[in-house]
């Protein structure tokens, strides 16, 4: 388990920026009622299908061009495959699943029919308590289903900076969640970009062009299917 989670948890400092450069941003707030699944269309063929890919610097594309990042390159693969979703990027550079929290009303009046949930990294640099971690991702996944969202989890790694039993627990915490709520689960975002130059930018912290891509293709064998899951059961 030591030597996976070494593999695994190097990863995690794509993100290092976010905790030493970045506070995270005000949380985006709305009055307006969370929206039900009675407020959206009665089948999904009725309106746009619509996938809110939720996350921090990794999801908003860190210095990137728009449409090179993972939410625009999902998209497309959307839409080349025949299944008709947009992809509305809500990822803040820094934020945290404290954060996740605190923005999920403005993001849930996205009306998503998917909700891609990618928080971990800055949590796990900052040693916040993994209690505190499991529960933040409780209420965004219990919330979004109570919405009738399909949620998409996708994992990440705490490095070993408050000790091994920290970064195990903090592993731990994604497959759980996923089993218990019954939703499918990306095991880790960052498989295959951290180490490799070619897919990292000049900053040496995050991924570049080639890196998102990456990050797409891992999200991407979870997401397909439960698009077109969703849209078979509109037929």
Request: net charge neutral; aromatic share 6%.
């Amino acid at each position: 388990m030591r030597t996976f989670l070494i593999s695994k948890i190097r990863a995690a400092s794509v993100v290092a920026a976010d905790a030493i450069a970045s506070a995270p941003q005000a949380a985006l707030s709305s009055t307006a009622a969370t929206p039900r699944a009675r407020d959206r269309a009665d089948s999904p063929r009725e309106s746009q299908l619509k996938v809110v890919a939720f996350g921090d610097s990794l999801t908003s594309g860190h210095r990137l061009p728009k449409t090179d990042t993972y939410p625009a390159i999902l998209e497309r693969s959307l839409r080349d495959s025949g299944l008709p979703f947009s992809v509305v990027n809500h990822g803040i550079n820094g934020d945290t699943t404290a954060g996740a929290v605190r923005r999920l009303d403005a993001v849930l009046a996205e009306h998503p029919h998917i909700l891609i949930v990618a928080f971990g990294a800055n949590d796990g640099l900052r040693g916040v308590p993994v209690p505190q971690v499991r529960a933040n991702l409780e209420k965004v996944i219990e919330r979004a289903q109570e919405d009738d969202v399909k949620v998409l989890l996708v994992g990440m790694e705490a490095l070993p900076l408050y000790g091994w039993q920290y970064t195990i627990d903090f592993h731990h915490v994604f497959p759980e969640l996923a089993a218990k709520y019954g939703v499918p689960l990306v095991p880790f975002m960052l498989n295959g970009v951290l180490g490799n130059p070619d897919l990292m930018s000049q900053d040496g912290i995050h991924p570049n062009a080639a890196g998102a891509r990456m990050i797409a293709g891992n999200i991407w064998t979870a997401l397909r299917p439960l698009a077109q899951a969703l849209v078979a059961s509109a037929d």
